[in-house]
């Protein structure tokens, strides 16, 4: 018999080590499965912003021949599905463990911090004229997918 503090209450468990190992197990799979169920999750927020995304970028002139409201309603949606992608990902984030959320939010650091320096010395060299073309915010957002990446794959390598 263990007696527990909990929740201001002493609760009274009785119990057997076989029972401790299959609640263990238990709590693992559960742990898995809802792992499972955020990353999907999390996936298909992120595909519907993706979509949207597209949708507003060509949809405006292969669509709906520039109309402004029909823009207007589509960013508008596609702000709506990138809040949800955010909550999911904060979701997502709050279920890991504590070395895989201290990877994720390592490299978002990394990220973070390298996005910034490069891309606002990107977009100087742009401004003073230094590089031939216009500097896009795409070529930005594809460094921070790929710092991303590598950063998770390097934290991932060195804590393992």
Request: charged share 15%; with cysteine; proline share 1%.
């Amino acid at each position: 018999m263990l007696y527990i503090w909990e929740n201001a209450y002493i609760c009274k468990y009785n119990f057997t080590f076989n029972q401790i190992n299959m609640t263990m197990e238990t709590q693992k799979n559960l742990r898995s499965l809802e792992a499972k169920r955020l990353t999907t999750r999390l996936a298909a927020w992120t595909g519907a912003w993706m979509l949207s995304f597209a949708l507003v970028n060509f949809g405006s002139r292969f669509l709906w021949d520039y109309n402004e409201t029909i823009s207007i309603i589509a960013v508008l949606v596609n702000l709506v599905l990138g809040a949800g992608m955010v909550i999911s990902n904060i979701r997502h984030l709050r279920n890991l463990d504590e070395l895989q959320r201290k990877i994720s939010l390592e490299a978002m650091g990394i990220t973070l911090g390298v996005t910034l320096v490069v891309g606002l010395a990107y977009s100087n060299l742009d401004i003073a004229n230094v590089i031939p073309f216009d500097a896009e915010i795409s070529h930005v957002v594809i460094l921070m997918g790929l710092c991303y990446l590598f950063s998770i794959l390097i934290l991932n390598s060195r804590y393992k």
